[in-house]
């Protein structure tokens, strides 16, 4: 066989492998949408710019979104997919020093950032955790809050992840989603492209993964994204 076709069957077996869930088969929902995020060379100065910017609403409301997780000292939150971290830092000072949050990404070269700031800023409760695509990777019954802001439709398994969220949080346990409006024929291109679904979707695979829906919250100025408070239910399809 050419050395040329054998290169190519073997990129078509690596990427038909990289489009299901290692620990399930998951098919992935939207293959590619995670390229930026995977490069191991990612600059997190460019994201920097992209995330921490007035003009992201999520940034500008940042401390509205923190009272609408209602923190208390010595929660163990989990920032899933913090990318540079605006949260994380958020989350250790409302913890406390008795609490702790966990950052937790696909990408070594944001939760190196976030390990820097961290020491910069004398913040000790942080703990970064490079995740795999289809788990967040912390161990069972370890959290009271998982944080999921701007991640949700970058969920390439969000079947398996969601199975691994649900292991990971203590009894009682909550999410709280945050995640662009999309409504066909409102929405922009942009959002309609880049977002797989809406929020009634993203609901139901959520519930279905054992969580209730406790409160859909309002944020004050967040106007583009929506805000839903999910509870860990005592068994699945409660
Ligand atoms: C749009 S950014 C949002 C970052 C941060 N939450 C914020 O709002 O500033 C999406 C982040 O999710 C991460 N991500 C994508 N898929 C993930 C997964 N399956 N598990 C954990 N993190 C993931 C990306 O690497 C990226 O940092």
């Given at each position: 066989?050419?050395?040329?076709?054998?290169?190519?069957?073997?990129?078509?077996?690596?990427?038909?492998?990289?489009?299901?869930?290692?620990?399930?088969?998951?098919?992935?929902?939207?293959?590619?949408?995670?390229?930026?995020?995977?490069?191991?060379?990612?600059?997190?100065?460019?994201?920097?710019?992209?995330?921490?910017?007035?003009?992201?609403?999520?940034?500008?409301?940042?401390?509205?979104?923190?009272?609408?997780?209602?923190?208390?000292?010595?929660?163990?939150?989990?920032?899933?997919?913090?990318?540079?971290?605006?949260?994380?830092?958020?989350?250790?000072?409302?913890?406390?020093?008795?609490?702790?949050?966990?950052?937790?990404?696909?990408?070594?070269?944001?939760l190196e950032h976030i390990q820097a700031r961290a020491a910069q800023e004398k913040q000790k409760n942080i703990t970064t955790v490079l995740c795999p695509q289809d788990s967040v990777s912390l161990?069972?019954?370890?959290?009271?809050?998982?944080?999921?802001?701007?991640?949700?439709?970058?969920?390439?398994?969000?079947?398996?992840?969601?199975?691994?969220?649900?292991?990971?949080l203590k009894p009682g346990g909550r999410i709280i989603m945050i995640d662009f409006i999309r409504i066909e024929g409102v929405s922009s291109d942009w959002t309609l492209g880049h977002v797989r679904?809406?929020?009634?979707?993203?609901?139901?695979?959520?519930?279905?993964?054992?969580?209730?829906?406790?409160?859909?919250?309002?944020?004050?100025?967040?106007?583009?994204?929506?805000?839903?408070?999910?509870?860990?239910?005592?068994?699945?399809?409660?």
């Amino acid at each position: 066989m050419k050395k040329s076709l054998l290169l190519g069957l073997l990129v078509c077996a690596l990427q038909a492998v990289a489009q299901e869930a290692p620990s399930t088969g998951e098919k992935s929902v939207k293959p590619g949408i995670n390229t930026r995020y995977l490069d191991p060379t990612l600059k997190v100065d460019d994201w920097l710019k992209r995330f921490e910017v007035e003009s992201r609403e999520v940034f500008h409301n940042r401390e509205h979104i923190l009272n609408a997780c209602e923190i208390q000292p010595g929660m163990v939150v989990a920032d899933i997919g913090a990318g540079t971290g605006l949260f994380t830092r958020l989350f250790s000072q409302a913890v406390g020093e008795k609490g702790w949050v966990h950052a937790v990404d696909i990408n070594a070269r944001f939760l190196e950032h976030i390990q820097a700031r961290a020491a910069q800023e004398k913040q000790k409760n942080i703990t970064t955790v490079l995740c795999p695509q289809d788990s967040v990777s912390l161990p069972p019954e370890s959290i009271d809050l998982a944080f999921i802001c701007d991640v949700y439709h970058h969920f390439e398994f969000p079947r398996t992840t969601l199975e691994s969220l649900h292991r990971a949080l203590k009894p009682g346990g909550r999410i709280i989603m945050i995640d662009f409006i999309r409504i066909e024929g409102v929405s922009s291109d942009w959002t309609l492209g880049h977002v797989r679904a809406g929020e009634e979707v993203f609901r139901q695979e959520v519930e279905e993964a054992g969580f209730r829906l406790d409160a859909k919250l309002k944020v004050p100025g967040l106007k583009d994204n929506y805000c839903l408070r999910f509870v860990k239910a005592e068994e699945k399809g409660n």
